[in-house]
């Protein structure tokens, strides 16, 4: 399962980052946001970091989804990677964990979409 999206929407930077942490946080993936860094660039551009975490009960796994935006090209980028914590006593690693919420994220956005980005 894939990790990693890169893609634009037709969203500015701050909608994007707010349309993220209201789907994100519902009643389906409830997750919460464990961090967020914005630097604004000297020509007004924007960049942000934001970092969730959820917790996947039947795995007791704690995955992570790390979201990059930027409009650095003059339009909203998204670059989401999901990673899967170790959960259980066995140290086994739910891979599908972190995969699934880099999809969950992408599909917050998806009506949104206008195209894939290669990095």
């Known amino acids: 399962m894939k990790k990693a999206f890169d893609f634009y929407v037709t969203l500015s930077l701050a909608e ?8 994100l946080h519902g009643k389906i993936v409830k997750a919460e946001i464990l961090d967020e860094y914005q ?9 942000r970091l934001m970092v969730f975490q ?10 992570i989804l790390t979201v990059l935006l930027d409009e650095l ?5 998204v670059h989401l990677y999901g990673a899967s914590g170790v959960g259980g006593a066995l140290g086994i690693d739910w891979m599908e964990d ?4 880099a999809q969950k994220a992408q599909n917050v956005l998806k009506e949104y979409k206008v195209e894939e980005s290669v990095s």
């Open 16 to 23: 994007t980052a707010e349309k993220l942490k209201e789907g």
């Open 39 to 47: 630097r604004t660039l000297p020509d007004g551009k924007e960049i």
């Open 54 to 63: 959820k917790y996947a009960f039947m795995s007791n796994d704690r995955p």
């Open 73 to 77: 090209d003059g339009k909203t980028k």
């Open 98 to 101: 972190g995969a699934e919420f």
